[in-house]
């Protein structure tokens, strides 16, 4: 009896989950196939009229300049995450194969960033940046993207425990530097985990909109995210349209997730019980 119970309350938390999760998706899809007059007559979640009327998604596409931006967030994702997983397992191999003064205090500066708030030290990142030269320019977001967090040190570490050391000193009695062993033997070995931080974190970049908004303002370097704001306005707003952009811009994210959920789930299980 309480067996049962308990999987009922499972099912209905369950179905209250997806249906917050699904109803605003719902709720943009019937709209990239309304007018503006519509939209604003109807109920959000009435059908339709015509569901063959893609008038939105061309707009979507032509006026929101969408197509440059699925070239320029690939562009940045494609970059950034080749830097972030080089600058990760290099920074998670040095923390777990040797031993430094100051080792443990880098840890704790990595554990310290995450209790402060992005926005406090935004005013500096951006005064850095803009000193730097390259406000404006893809360059900015991306190394910003490309910085290491707590998350990624801590899967990696995880993993690195799982790798004998008589690896390294097997290749090192052959001969091998720290960079070779790095290359030949540590990288290949974390590549299951840096598969899965790679998908996490593409996926937040591409959904990423106050980085790519404040450091690339130009209208020739618009990505996915930042394209949506093309349709909304101070004195008007093309809401249907809007809704045929969001669409498409969930397009990327959910094939990713759905080719790759199984890489996803198995990696971050992974990295989190140690072998």
Not at 52 to 65: D, F, M, Q, S, T
Not at 81 to 92: F, Q
Not at 245 to 252: E, G, Q, R
Request: proline letters at 3%; one cysteine or more.
């Amino acid at each position: 009896m309480l067996r049962n119970l308990n999987r009922t309350v499972y099912y209905v938390l369950f179905t209250c989950i997806a249906v917050l999760v699904f109803a605003p998706i719902l709720l943009i899809f019937f709209g990239s196939f309304k007018s503006n007059m519509e939209i604003a007559a109807s109920s959000p979640y009435s059908l339709p009229t015509n569901f063959l009327n893609l008038e939105n998604y061309k707009v979507a596409i032509n006026k929101g300049h969408l197509l440059r931006g699925v070239q320029n967030s690939f562009l940045l994702v494609g970059v950034s995450l080749i830097g972030n997983a080089l600058l990760g397992t290099m920074t998670a191999y040095v923390l777990n194969r040797f031993q430094f003064v100051g080792k443990k205090l880098i840890v704790a500066l990595f554990l310290f960033a995450m209790i402060i708030p992005t926005y406090t030290t935004e005013i500096a990142r951006f005064q850095l940046i803009h000193k730097l030269g390259i406000y404006d320019t893809i360059w900015a977001p991306i190394i910003i993207y490309v910085g290491t967090d707590i998350l990624q040190i801590y899967m990696y570490m995880q993993f690195l425990e799982k790798i004998s050391e008589q690896l390294d000193e097997s290749a090192m009695l052959d001969g091998a530097s720290y960079y070779r062993i790095y290359r030949s033997i540590i990288f290949p070995l974390l590549l299951p985990v840096t598969a899965t931080l790679g998908i996490l974190k593409g996926v937040a970049i591409m959904n990423d909109i106050f980085v790519q908004q404040l450091y690339m303002p130009s209208q020739k370097l618009l990505t996915i995210a930042t394209s949506l704001t093309t349709y909304v306005g101070q004195r008007n707003s093309d809401l249907a349209s809007l809704c045929a952009a969001i669409m498409i811009a969930l397009i990327p994210s959910m094939l990713i997730y759905i080719l790759f959920y199984k890489q996803i789930f198995k990696g971050m299980m992974d990295g989190a019980v140690k072998g």
